[in-house]
């Protein structure tokens, strides 16, 4: 069992932060890998034509990994959720009649792109609202995502959990009603790889994406995305010169080529070997693999548990164990609590969650402590009459 990893972090000791869903703290490790990559330019020559092509794989080999894809190259380093959803968007197979199905609210990245779909060639994006009850909440509203797919949906695409309250999708089960019609799977990974076990092979995704500085633990402006099969032969958005066929050759780039790398290497975003955020990225991965996803969801459910238990004695709620991950969780107020009054007292405390609609987002990490959970827990009680 993992312990937990608060050195491996330069924290503030003053602060609760129970926000990873918002952005993770820098690790130590990664931020050494950052700046010494900003004084590697110091001398140029320290570049080598290869350093381009390894710097990128490593990457690619460290996420291929934490998700048992079978090779590195059907991944690709993108700057954003929004650079891949526009990759899917440029080819998926569709027209007028069709429609795309998402829950409803998802974080906009895995939203505007289709919307442009609409707008353009008269696709429908069917967005599915969670059950207004809050008994069997998770469950009903993973059902009505199934019952919203039908034989005109040529797209499912969702988070393995959502964004803003955490409520568990059921992959597996989405996986077979969409191949029951034809549709492809397309996954914003971004609040939940990382932290919550995703293997490719279980779920078979046709496309992943997740954004590298939550969960993945890295820096802004670089994560990783992958590509299957229903890709292997499409248009990427961008046409950078790494992506085609002998970029290797530095001697030979002018033999302009028509073709492209193996795998899904052509939806890469230009210049990916950015020598700085993809070291940093591979390392945060690396760290993640050496811990485990399945680690981190023991961890944080034998801390939160008995926390958690005190917060529904006081009214609180939120989804149960089924339904959800261990890492992030929305809490709903009961109506005698306000708010806004939650939300000054959190302040005061110094303590960091993240308000979306009408919950509170809690997302803890390994470098939280029964400390954390119990200054959380004792502000909440505070609201509570007496
Ligand atoms: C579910 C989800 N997807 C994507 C993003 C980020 O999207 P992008 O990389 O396009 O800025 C976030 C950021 O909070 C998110 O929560």
């Given at each position: 069992m993992l312990s937990n990893q608060k050195d491996l972090f330069n924290l503030p000791e003053d602060i609760t932060y129970l926000n990873c869903s918002f952005m993770s703290p820098m690790l130590k490790s990664v931020a050494e890998v950052g700046v010494r990559a900003v004084y590697g330019k110091d001398d140029p020559t320290s570049v080598s034509p290869d350093d381009f092509f390894k710097n990128t794989s490593a990457l690619r080999s460290e996420f291929a990994k934490l998700l048992n894809i079978s090779s590195e190259r059907d991944c690709a380093i993108v700057p954003s959720v929004s650079y891949a959803m526009a990759n899917v968007a440029k080819n998926l197979k569709a027209g007028k009649g069709d429609n795309i199905v998402i829950a409803d609210e998802q974080f906009p990245s895995n939203v505007y792109a289709w919307k442009e779909l609409e707008r353009e060639k008269g696709i429908s994006l069917k967005l599915v609202q969670p059950p207004t009850e809050n008994e069997n909440r998770g469950k009903r509203w993973n059902e009505m995502i199934l019952e919203a797919i039908d034989t005109n949906t040529k797209m499912v695409s969702t988070g393995h959990v959502h964004w803003a309250d955490g409520t568990l999708f059921d992959l597996a089960a989405i996986r077979e009603r969409a191949d029951e019609v034809g549709a492809i799977l397309v996954i914003d990974g971004t609040q939940s790889i990382g932290a919550l076990p995703f293997d490719v092979q279980k779920f078979r995704p046709d496309a992943v994406v997740a954004a590298g500085y939550k969960w993945l633990m890295g820096p802004y402006s670089s994560g990783v995305a992958y590509f299957g099969e229903y890709f292997a032969n499409g248009r990427p958005i961008e046409n950078n010169w790494m992506n085609r066929l002998n970029s290797e050759n530095f001697a030979g780039l002018v033999n302009y080529q028509d073709d492209y790398q193996?795998?899904?290497?052509?939806y890469e975003v230009g210049e990916s070997a950015n020598f700085i955020l993809t070291p940093m990225l591979t390392r945060a991965i690396q760290q993640v693999n050496e811990w485990t996803p399945e680690g981190i969801q023991e961890y944080l459910g034998n801390l939160t548990a008995p926390y958690l238990q005190e917060l529904s004695e006081i009214g609180i709620q939120f989804e149960n164990d089924e339904y959800r991950g261990k890492h992030l969780y929305g809490l709903r107020l009961p109506q005698h609590m306000n708010l806004e009054e939650v939300k000054a007292n959190f302040s005061k405390n110094h303590i960091y969650v993240s308000i979306r609609g009408n919950s509170i987002r809690v997302s803890p990490h390994l470098y939280n402590g029964e400390k954390d959970l119990i200054k959380l827990v004792e502000t909440l009680k505070s609201e509570v009459p007496a």
């Open positions: 193996n795998g899904s290497i052509r």
